[in-house]
């Protein structure tokens, strides 16, 4: 506590942030140059050349499996040495007809005839409706194949191309270096563990919540059957990159009632990971309303929920995902439904010491500073509220002086800060700064002097 009886400048720190931590978007992929379409019968392959020629643009080959099946080759400008060590995952591009189709097949070659072994086949959801679906190859290959089989009732599917990236951390996250996306969310996978014996548990359209919709009108909905059976619900959100030590996430979340239901939230657990290795323990959504890092919005029935991880000692480098899991134990197994609305990576929140001032001051400047300005050009936004979350801006900017303090008494402000080019979406969680204004010592002063 800091007590200010003469001219008062409130400075608001930043942790440090080192110059070259800020990590901007590169294009670090391979793209499949050429292919074929060996093995299609009784199906056709229309337009095969866009899935290899185009990759930047929205073209696509379409496989249609009519009476039999449609194959198209992908193969890259050279061959690419992988192993059960470093193995290397490939990725393609198609329509969401892909996910969950039992007729599609994805295979990995070392020639255009020699088949490799694959594993661990993933469904990377994207906010466009578009899927990354991706196949770890651990054998030196060249090319990839994407087959379809069926019928002509068969939903057919478009392929846009196939790339792999040139980072270890690329074998779990197709992007692996930092854009300037204000932190949304590019892509997301479901996964579903239990057992649900009467009334369905899943999660429903899960892309709702990185649709970039800051209306919040639609959500990925975990919807929990009426009766399970140790089932759980994991939703993950990948980001392009690992961000900043320091970095949180934002998430909107709700369940259709402005009552906290502590019940269904003690279930709810959120944790960050940077590539598969966890960065930090698992944090219930309880404990982080109770530290203050979340609430109701105002006027809602949504809450606002800033998650900040912990990372292990000695860690450098920040979080690229995001895992939201729902234990749908017996306890809460009444067909409860929890949604997700929006998810953002957010800056690291700001910190700052409390601040006791005499009333006869006349204005009192509020600054905030941050060690980030340096690294971003003076860009950072800065945004002083009275509420703790949701209310209207008081003051944009470093420096924020308040009116109206004309006796004693104990006011809180709140502060956030955004990237630059992001001033509606990703602000940081909100630090708390309490101003107690305070009657002016005994005028002259007492001499304190033994």
């Known amino acids: 506590m800091q007590i200010i009886c003469s001219y008062l ?114 469904n990377y959801l994207l906010p466009d409706g578009n899927v990354f679906l991706s196949i770890e190859i651990s054998e030196t290959f060249n090319a990839v194949k994407i087959s379809l089989s069926g019928t002509s009732l068969t939903p057919e599917v478009k392929v846009y191309s196939a790339f792999y990236g040139k980072y270890p951390a690329n074998v779990s996250n197709p992007y692996t270096t930092l854009a300037t996306d204000c932190g949304l969310p590019y892509a997301t996978t479901i996964k579903a563990v239990g057992v649900s014996l009467l009334g369905g548990t899943n999660i429903d359209n899960p892309t709702h919540a990185i649709d970039n919709d800051l209306s919040a009108t639609t959500s990925s909905t975990y919807k929990v059957g009426t009766i399970g059976l140790a089932a759980t619900l994991i939703q993950t959100f990948y980001f392009k990159g690992n961000g900043n030590m320091g970095d949180g996430a ?45 609430g109701l919005l105002p006027n809602s029935t949504k809450l606002e929920i800033n998650f900040i991880p912990t990372p292990a000692a000695g860690a450098t480098i920040g979080f690229d995902r995001i895992d939201v899991t729902l234990n749908a134990a017996v306890a809460i197994s009444t067909g409860a439904v929890f949604s997700i ?3 953002r990576r957010i800056p690291e929140i700001p910190i700052a010491q409390d601040i006791s001032a005499c009333e006869n001051l006349g204005s009192i400047n509020l ?55 992001c001033t509606t979406t990703s602000p940081s969680a909100r630090r708390k700064v309490t101003l107690n204004l305070l009657k002016p010592p005994i005028s002259p002063p007492l001499n304190l002097s033994p």
């Open 9 to 122: 400048m409130i400075v608001l720190l930043i942790t440090t942030i080192k110059p070259g931590s800020l990590r901007a978007q590169t294009t670090d992929f391979t793209y499949a140059t050429s292919g074929n379409t060996n093995g299609t019968t009784g199906a056709t392959v229309t337009n095969p050349q866009n899935a290899y020629t185009s990759p930047f643009d929205d073209d696509y080959a379409v496989l249609k499996p009519s009476l039999g099946t449609a194959s198209l080759q992908l193969i890259f400008p050279a061959s690419i040495t992988a192993t059960s060590v470093n193995p290397v995952t490939v990725y393609l591009k198609t329509s969401e007809n892909a996910v969950n189709n039992l007729g599609l097949s994805v295979k990995a070659y070392k020639t255009l005839t020699d088949e490799v072994s694959v594993s661990n086949l993933s």
């Open 250 to 294: 934002k998430l909107i979340i709700g369940y259709g009632s402005a009552i906290l239901n502590t019940t269904l939230l003690s279930q709810i657990n959120i944790r960050a990971y940077n590539g598969n290795s966890p960065f930090g323990d698992p944090v219930n959504i309880n404990n982080l309303i109770t530290l203050g890092l979340g």
């Open 341 to 343: 609305y929006d998810v």
């Open 367 to 421: 600054t905030a500073l941050s060690n980030q300005d340096a690294i971003l050009g003076n860009g950072l936004i800065y945004k002083w509220y009275e509420e703790p979350l949701g209310g209207s801006v008081n003051a944009i900017g470093k420096a924020f002086t308040p009116t109206g303090l004309t006796a004693p008494i104990t006011k809180n402000f709140y502060v956030d800060i955004t990237k630059p080019n």
